[in-house]
């Protein structure tokens, strides 16, 4: 019912890479329509990081967005080349000292992470949004697109600050997309609805074993193995404990992984 040349989407949701169950969730969908970013995120209760796409708008007010300034810093990357070179600008520099911090940071505990916030990020983004204040630029430039987007979502990314459970930007998201993107030719003939879900139902178990630390060819032959032997219409409960934390080898390497970043935390 639809023409192998049309265009679908993939949506791709995960959990915040601080959660010691790591899920990542590839959804196909016909359209790019806000509609089905509320049936991805219908009965979410929570914090959302996601780009400025306006879809987003339509989801309910339980959902707390924040932004990625990992998008705001592209937009003012591209208006700092000039004849092939970057040229050095206020904005991308304080970005980039934003995310230099960052990096520090990564494994630091929620509160150690919104305690750094406060006492090294906050001053870099008073200068920020104050250099945003003053500069005159033409809109339709490169520059004056970037301080557009910038300011379009100042509420969704002047809120990170308080929340250190979420990194500085989604990357880790766009790094899952990529992973499709870059597989695109294994599935280049997967041309109907059915096939792409499909699609997404596998990169789903691959994706989410490769972050939970587990070899994705065990974990698919443990699945083909094991499930079988479940009833037809096995219910959620029962299916659950096949999810990839409940994997035999997951556990003493999840255990190893939760130790080192305690240690890190601590120190």
Known sequence: GKAATAKSYMWVARTVKQCPQQIILYAYSKTRSGTFAQ????????????????????????????????????????????????????????????????????????????????????????????????????????????????????PTLDRLINIGMMDWSNNASERNMKRLVIGRKNWLFSTSPAGARS??????????????????????????????????????AQLAFYLPWHYPGARHQNKKTTDKHQAKNAA
């Open 39 to 154: 049936k991805l995120y219908q009965n979410f209760t929570g914090i959302l990081q996601c780009d400025g796409y306006a879809g987003y708008n339509l989801l309910a007010n339980s959902v707390t967005r924040v932004g990625c300034w990992a998008h705001v810093r592209r937009k003012f990357y591209d208006a700092a080349q000039v004849n092939g070179k970057t040229v050095a600008s206020v904005p991308l520099t304080l970005i980039d000292e934003m995310f230099a911090h960052e990096r520090q940071w990564q494994h630091f505990s929620p509160r150690v992470r919104r305690r750094r916030r406060h006492s090294q990020i906050r001053k870099l983004l008073k200068r920020f949004w104050k250099w945003i204040a003053s500069a005159q630029v033409l809109p339709k430039s490169r520059l004056g697109k970037a301080i557009t987007y910038a300011v379009d979502q100042r």
């Open 199 to 236: 699609t997404a139902i596998w990169l789903t178990l691959i994706e989410s074993a490769k972050a939970n630390g587990i070899d994705p060819r065990a974990y698919i032959t443990y699945l083909l193995k094991e499930l079988p032997q479940q009833p037809d219409f096995a219910d959620p």
